[in-house]
């Protein structure tokens, strides 16, 4: 039969035993089991403390104090325990050597492509002259891209674009002038919109790229005249590259201007003096432009006795070309950070 001194002493026991066991336990998990086990509802203290009621009720006092002792120490050697474990990890972590005078590692931060940067700036300066920004497709119908540029399917003008054909009446587009069309269709005069976007040509060499990227403006309303299209890009140039810079036309034929010219500026790099850019000419060419033909006003029911309009369009890599010093096209597209990072 037990005695009051036989379960004072086991109950000690208990507390000591269980400094033994959380001993060697390193993570809190194991601690927190080792707790219940001796703590617990069905652990080894309330095990021990069933034998209570065989006491004498003058002992239990005595007992029922022996307990709390026990269970404070063992909740003082948990809480102890879990101190010291994150003291440990804390002084490994500081243990780790670091060197605080290395230098820190730069950090990289992206930035738009050179192209989209001055397409960018190219809207804003036209938004200036109050040119909308207008789209259309890439896949773009023959009839836009031709046959209502009145460029029908014999002309000898179609030679010149070099086209991908993806079936009988559908195109890649090779320039960004079914543009024009889609935004008459859809809206009348006053129309003064520019359309910047992708085309392809089968062509491919230093300077010419399979896919490149045009900006093509329209401005169509009553008694525009060949001199608005100059000083459009007389300020557009202007603008564009920071100094004012001549432009001058050179006739030419495109099927849906007349009269139709090429644009020419002064070089950017020698502003007309002739180095290895103009190659020595002093001027640059930077694209086509022309007064809108009645025929494609006719195509899009537009009144070519009321209104007149202008049209051009530019590479938008030539210009990026000619404002940075880029030498070879297909920079743009290769994807060298080497490159691209310069801007
Ligand atoms: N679309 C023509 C080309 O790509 C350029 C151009 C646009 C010419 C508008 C005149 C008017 O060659």
């Known amino acids: 039969m037990t005695t009051t001194l036989a379960l004072v002493a086991e109950l000690e026991q208990l507390g000591s035993e269980f400094d033994g066991v959380i001993a060697p336990l390193v993570d809190e998990q194991a601690i927190r089991a080792a707790q219940a086990q001796f ?48 003291a440990a990890a804390r002084a490994a972590d500081l243990a780790r050597t670091i060197d605080v005078t290395l230098p ?4 990289h931060s992206g930035h738009l492509h050179l192209l989209t940067q001055v397409r960018l700036e190219a809207q804003a300066i036209f938004a200036e002259l109050g040119f909308a920004v207008a789209e259309g497709p890439q896949i773009e119908t023959d009839w836009h891209t031709f046959e209502a540029l009145a460029i029908p399917k014999d002309h000898p003008a179609r030679d010149m674009q070099d086209t991908f054909y993806l079936s009988d009446e559908i195109v890649l ?6 543009v024009q069309i889609r ?31 045009q900006i093509e403006g329209l401005c169509v309303d009553e008694n525009i005249s ?28 495109f099927p849906f201007v007349e009269p139709g010219a090429e ?10 003096r002739g180095c290895r ?5 002093g001027w640059v060419e930077i694209g086509g432009s022309g007064m809108v033909d009645p025929d494609v006003f006719a195509h899009v029911d537009i009144d070519s006795e009321r209104y007149t309009g202008f ?15 880029v030498n070879d096209i297909k920079y743009y597209y290769e994807g060298d950070l080497r490159f691209l990072g310069q801007f």
């Open 39 to 86: 703590l617990g509802k069905k652990g080894r203290v309330s095990e021990a403390m069933k034998a209570l009621g065989k006491l004498p009720p003058a002992d239990r006092p005595t007992v029922g104090a022996a307990a709390n002792r026990v269970k404070d120490a063992i909740t003082a050697a948990v809480d102890r325990k879990l101190g010291e474990l994150v």
């Open 173 to 178: 587009r090779t320039h960004t002038s079914p």
């Open 183 to 213: 935004t008459m269709q859809a809206q009348r005069p006053p129309i003064r919109i520019i359309a910047p976007g992708q085309v392809y040509r089968r062509d491919d060499d230093p300077t010419h790229s399979p896919m490149f990227t």
């Open 311 to 325: 049209a051009f369009g530019m590479g938008l890599e030539r210009m990026a070309m000619l404002r940075h010093g």
């Open 226 to 253: 060949f001199a608005d299209l100059k000083g459009t890009l007389v300020h557009f140039v202007s603008r564009f590259f920071g100094k004012s810079l001549a432009i001058r036309f050179r006739p030419s034929y």
């Open 277 to 281: 850019v103009c190659k020595q000419t």
């Open 104 to 107: 820190g590692r730069p950090h």
């Open 263 to 272: 644009v020419d500026m002064a070089c950017s790099f020698c502003e007309g």
